[in-house]
């Protein structure tokens, strides 16, 4: 019996040893965070961390880190003193959240507007009070039974008197809590825009490993979040016609991932881990009939030559000064690397942060083009050759032409083959207009079983300036998709015409002042019983 006791007792005792054992050997580490490689659409976050792990198997709670990671990315390194057994992506809910200054003035300033709008509502309730016991009291139970009408008038002078003071006032502060209830929203949907994602637990990362030793664990991580990237933009400056294209390539760089980043070497990529890097299978052409009973019939249109000019955006973007000289630029065979050599810091939800990565002049020929049939305007088009040695992609563009802020573009640079065209602006100098020629313009005429009616028009272009140009005119003659329908009696002076898609392309030469005229015509002949059905007339 006194043997049992014993044997109870030591396991008993054994119970809280095997608890610390195992609490001892789950140790907590923060992730210093060190270096970011911003992709197009994502981040690599590298960062680094020592703990102390004891003998044997053991747990490390790695912490500090972004709120959202692509589990496969994550990639942990050891010495060789120890083993990783197996890596888990878990949820920290211990991390104490911490605002920002910005949020904590704006918290400061919505309960000082909540406290005046409680302290206002403690003296409506007492107007309130003031207005019923006004309006309560009958004048027979004011006045004693011998009073006067004198008395009486009194009574009721003072009554009206103060029911208007009270009822002014009522409307007073109801109209400022109005005025105060607006204001708070304003400031509670800016709180609530400064802590979006906020409600999101921190991540953390559980890692399995075994020791040879008990020793200081020097460990590298590094995971991918999506909840970063960045986008190109540009400034296109032109100082006039006779100078280079200079340009400035900037990144725009935004990042919610929680995680301040702060002093980080920082580099941006061309690459976009998001997208698959399995080259693409082709499936069987199949060709088989259309059946025109089990598929409606949708009419092709005509492709239409279109000069866009973008929206004119004033707002300034703001960029930091002088970091385009520690950038260094790396092309590794894949994609663009853009190395800051300087420390950087970015809050864990901020967006616009503008970074000036390169600047370049780039030899260019200018060209004046206009398009009547869509818009009576030209424009003045800078084009470059050998645009692919500038590493430049697709991304909105600020112009500004003789030192003047003209609008924003695009820089399209898919499926440019030799030249990349940078749109410049309208120029007011030159004229253009198109109109039809009424004179050899013909109504229908029918004959047989077929009409034809016969289109003319003229553009005129007059250079304005006090210098000659150079200029390209685009218009264009239909394409004929239906066998049944014929274009003939085509005149297009000094103009080249593409048959396969209808354009006119006109290069004419001005002198200061001068006019020209760019006439072109053409005759379309169709089936009478189709009239109803021709479409692009």
């Given at each position: 019996m006194q043997l049992k006791k014993v044997i109870v007792f030591l396991f008993v005792c054994s119970i809280p040893t095997i608890t610390l054992q195992a609490l001892a050997s789950e140790s907590t580490a923060k992730v210093d965070l060190t270096k970011v490689t911003l992709y197009l659409s994502g981040a690599e976050?590298?960062?680094?961390?020592?703990?102390?792990?004891?003998?044997?198997?053991?747990?490390i709670l790695l912490i500090g880190l972004a709120k959202?990671?692509?589990?496969?990315?994550?990639?942990?390194?050891?010495?060789?003193?120890?083993?990783?057994?197996?890596t888990t992506l878990v949820d920290d809910y211990m991390v104490q959240k911490s605002s920002s200054d910005k949020q904590m003035a704006l918290t400061?300033?919505?309960?000082?507007?909540?406290?005046?709008?409680?302290?206002?509502s403690i003296k409506l309730a007492a107007v309130n009070e003031e207005i019923a016991l006004l309006k309560g009291n009958r004048i027979d139970t004011i006045i004693k039974p011998n009073g006067s009408i004198n008395d009486a008038k009194q009574v009721m002078g003072f009554v009206k008197e103060n029911l208007i003071t009270a009822l002014t006032e009522q409307r007073a502060i109801?109209?400022?809590?109005?005025?105060?209830?607006?204001?708070?929203?304003?400031?509670?949907?800016?709180?609530?825009?400064?802590?979006?994602?906020?409600?999101l637990p921190q991540k953390a990362i559980k890692v399995k490993i075994y020791s040879d030793e008990s020793i200081e664990l020097p460990i590298s991580l590094s995971y991918i979040t999506p909840e970063a990237g960045w986008e190109p933009i540009y400034d296109v400056r032109v100082k006039d016609i006779s100078s280079?294209?200079?340009?400035?390539?900037?990144?725009?760089?935004?990042?919610?991932?929680?995680?301040?980043?702060?002093?980080?070497?920082?580099?941006?990529?061309?690459?976009?881990?998001?997208q698959g890097i399995t080259a693409p299978e082709l499936a069987p052409w199949n060709i088989?009939?259309?059946?025109?009973?089990r598929y409606g019939v949708s009419n092709a249109k005509t492709v239409l030559y279109e000069a866009k000019q973008s929206e004119v955006n004033y707002d300034v973007l703001q960029q930091k000064n002088n970091v385009i000289n520690y950038i260094v630029t790396d092309n590794?065979?894949?994609?663009?690397?853009?190395?800051?050599?300087?420390?950087?810091?970015?809050?864990?939800?901020?967006?616009?942060?503008?970074?000036?990565?390169?600047?370049?002049?780039?030899?260019?020929?200018?060209?004046?083009?206009?398009i009547p049939k869509l818009d009576n305007h030209v424009f003045l088009q800078a084009q470059i050759t050998h645009w692919d040695t500038l590493a430049l992609l697709p991304g909105k563009s600020t112009v500004f032409y003789a030192g003047n802020y003209v609008g924003e573009g695009y820089l399209t640079t898919q499926g440019v083959k030799d030249t990349l065209n940078i749109s410049l602006g309208r120029d007011n100098e030159i004229i253009v207009a198109r109109n039809q020629d009424l004179n050899e313009t013909s109504k229908p005429s029918f004959f047989g079983n077929e009409v034809s009616q016969k289109f003319?028009?003229?553009?005129?272009?007059?250079?304005?300036?006090?210098?000659?140009?150079?200029?390209?005119?685009?218009?264009q003659l239909p394409v004929i998709e239906n066998k049944t329908i014929t274009l003939d009696d085509t005149k297009y002076s000094g103009a080249s015409y593409d048959k396969d898609t209808g354009l006119l392309t006109w290069q004419i030469h001005l002198a200061a002042k001068e006019t020209k005229q760019l006439p072109f015509s053409f005759k379309i002949t169709y089936p009478k019983d189709k009239a109803d059905n021709i479409i692009g007339l």
């Open positions: 976050l590298q960062g680094t961390s020592v703990v102390k792990v004891p003998k044997g198997e053991s747990e959202t990671i692509n589990p496969n990315s994550i990639n942990v390194g050891l010495n060789n003193k120890a083993m990783i057994l197996s400061t300033a919505l309960k000082k507007l909540e406290d005046e709008k409680a302290v206002l109801e109209l400022k809590q109005a005025e105060l209830q607006k204001s708070i929203k304003q400031y509670q949907l800016q709180i609530n825009q400064e802590d979006r994602g906020d409600n280079p294209v200079g340009l400035t390539y900037k990144a725009n760089v935004y990042q919610y991932s929680g995680l301040n980043w702060n002093n980080i070497d920082l580099t941006l990529s061309t690459a976009n881990p998001s088989s009939l259309y059946d025109s009973k590794n065979g894949l994609n663009l690397q853009f190395n800051i050599k300087l420390p950087y810091t970015i809050t864990g939800y901020s967006n616009d942060n503008i970074l000036v990565l390169q600047q370049r002049d780039a030899a260019a020929q200018y060209r004046y083009i206009a003319a028009y003229t553009i005129d272009v007059k250079n304005l300036k006090e210098r000659e140009i150079n200029m390209t005119v685009y218009d």
